[in-house]
């Protein structure tokens, strides 16, 4: 038999017998791809055959301190002998920890955190924070935004085809065209609760946001009344250049969101809260797994490790490295290169699912933003040895065709 490691597609009967058993019981909710990854390294991932891979999907976010980083495992490792399990209905010194050096490095105001599980599940709480502290009902969305499936985060995104065979959602929330600041400007009104925006749009085409759009926006809601809700669920934890992209701004929101990167890839999101939200009411919220001892202390070593090794300065300037590259590439079907430290959108005048493959073939792991772009989220760890093999792997691809 060939070995499938040479055999460019080829796969051993232990790798196919994976995929036979995961497509028979899978929810089928997801477009697989045939391949079966089963270890990680820094921005390295291995499949069932041993083929080595440069990972530029980052868990789709959640790997933005590199697969198996020590610090991370060993905090687990130490956590999961002492304490797992622990409900908010107790304080715990993890979670005390987690607050303290969460909220002392958050954009200004935002003092407190509520501890959930999932990029979704921070913006459902910030959907009912916001109703509950302005007591009024109505949210704002932008057009190619979004903020995850569960009903409430689905009625603030924005891609019909993920809303559709839901509806109806909930009721009260519009959507205006991203960084458009006089459509929101006529949008927002005495019922408007919140205005929710990402400050680089991921999954709707990575499309930053201009400065005066968002600081418009901000000025917008305090003249009326009305919360900022920021998403950097996938922008947050050193994605675009700096911890969280508000920095980049100065934005201070009256809610942010929070997941992905934010415990080292271990499923954890948070609502950080600022004054203008009010307090909140006892028994308003709540969930099982928030704040629970095993995800803070890898929260806590996962910002450790951000700040020790400087993992956002590290995605400022190979962001610009990787941006410099990917614009000097000779291809007629790039449109435009765009985004933010490394979160990296690449346009292109054709459908991207070739392009995905032919890259997989080339050992790279890449992610879609839509039907046209291709998204590179690497681990911020990756090394600049590591970006250069990815830009000749999408300049060989881009020739290709
Ligand atoms: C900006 C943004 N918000 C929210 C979500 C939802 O996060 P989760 O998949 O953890 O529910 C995502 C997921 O991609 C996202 O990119």
């Known amino acids: 038999m060939p070995d499938p490691r040479t055999t460019p597609g080829g796969q051993s009967p232990a790798h196919t017998a994976i995929l036979e058993t995961e497509s028979a019981h899978t929810s089928g909710v997801y477009p ?16 069932a055959d041993g083929r080595e891979y440069i990972d530029c999907v980052g868990g789709q976010g959640a790997a933005n301190l590199g697969h198996a980083h020590p610090a991370i495992v060993a905090a687990i490792a130490e956590q999961a002998q002492q304490l797992i399990s622990c409900p908010e209905i107790f304080y715990n010194d993890r ?22 599980n999932s990029g979704a599940e921070a913006i459902e709480a910030a959907i009912k924070f916001a109703r509950l502290s302005t007591g009024r009902t109505q949210i704002i969305a932008a057009m190619r935004g979004f903020h995850g499936r569960t009903l409430g985060a689905l009625s603030a995104s924005w891609e019909p085809k993920y809303r559709q065979p839901f509806e109806p959602l909930l009721p009260g929330f519009s959507h205006t065209p991203f960084n458009d ?16 925006l990402e400050i680089v749009q991921g999954e709707g085409g990575v499309r930053p946001a201009d400065e005066a759009y968002l600081h418009g926006a901000q000025a917008l809601c305090r003249e009326r009344g009305a919360l900022l809700i920021v998403d950097e669920v996938q922008t947050g934890f050193g994605r675009t250049g700096k911890l969280f992209a508000c920095e980049h701004f100065g934005l201070e929101p009256d809610l942010l969101a929070l997941a992905k990167s934010m415990a080292g890839g271990l499923p954890m999101g948070a609502c950080l809260i600022g004054p203008r939200a009010g307090a909140l009411e006892r028994m308003s919220h709540g969930s099982t797994f928030g704040g629970n001892p095993l995800a803070c202390a890898a929260s806590l070593a996962a910002l ?3 700040q020790n090794e400087r993992l956002p300065e590290h ?11 990917l614009r000097a590439i000779p291809s007629p079907f790039i449109r435009e290169v765009r ?10 005048k054709m459908k991207v699912t070739p392009v995905l493959q032919a890259l997989q073939n080339r050992g790279v792991l890449a992610l879609p933003a839509g039907s046209t772009v291709l998204r590179l989220l690497p681990p911020l760890v990756i090394t600049r040895d590591e970006i250069d ?7 060989a691809t881009l020739t290709s065709f």
């Open 181 to 196: 600041l006089a459509a929101l400007e006529q949008t927002i009104g005495p019922e408007t609760a919140a205005v929710v």
């Open 32 to 47: 697989k791809r045939p391949l079966a990854i089963v270890r990680g390294q820094g921005a390295r991932l291995w499949d």
């Open 339 to 348: 985004g933010l430290g490394l979160l990296v959108g690449i346009d292109l």
């Open 304 to 306: 450790r490790v951000m």
């Open 315 to 325: 995605a400022a300037e190979l962001g610009d490295y990787l941006f410099d590259r």
């Open 95 to 116: 979670r005390a920890d987690l607050l303290a050096a969460l909220t002392a490095v958050a954009p200004a105001g935002l003092n407190r955190a509520f501890l959930c």
């Open 389 to 395: 093999l990815v830009v000749e792997a999408i300049a």
